[in-house]
Nanobody, 120 residues
């Protein structure tokens, strides 16, 4: 069983910053890709950013230049530094991890979500 625990959400004014963290725990072989999605009320869940085990990154156009994803493989943790936040960034943010339970068997695991609210 794998658990992803997120932290760092909250309420911030427009232009402010927040840093989200997501730590994976449990018994597993390794973690490949990790990343963050978000879902605003009435909207579909969308990819914010993801990162490979080798630190290759990918960002949604709406957050490029403002958000930075990083990870610590030794701690099985992924981070999302969010700067210059806008009201439209308000959403529940979910982390995910592509977890290998064995050398050849993998599945996506998800965190419970953390609320980010940006006031104007």
């Amino acid at each position: 069983q794998v658990q992803l625990v997120e932290s760092g959400g909250g309420l911030v004014q427009a232009g402010g910053s927040l840093r989200l963290s997501c730590a994976a725990s449990g018994i597993f072989f390794s973690i490949n890709g990790m990343g963050w999605y978000r879902q605003a009320p009435g909207k579909q869940r969308e990819l914010v950013a993801d990162i490979t085990r080798g630190d290759s990154t990918n960002y949604a156009d709406s957050v490029k230049g403002r958000f930075t994803i990083s990870r610590n493989n030794a701690k099985n943790t992924v981070y999302l530094q969010m700067n210059s936040l806008k009201p439209e960034d308000t959403a529940v943010y979910y982390c995910y991890a592509d977890v290998y339970m064995t050398r050849s068997s993998n599945r996506n695991s998800w965190g419970q979500g953390t609320q980010v609210t940006v006031s104007s």
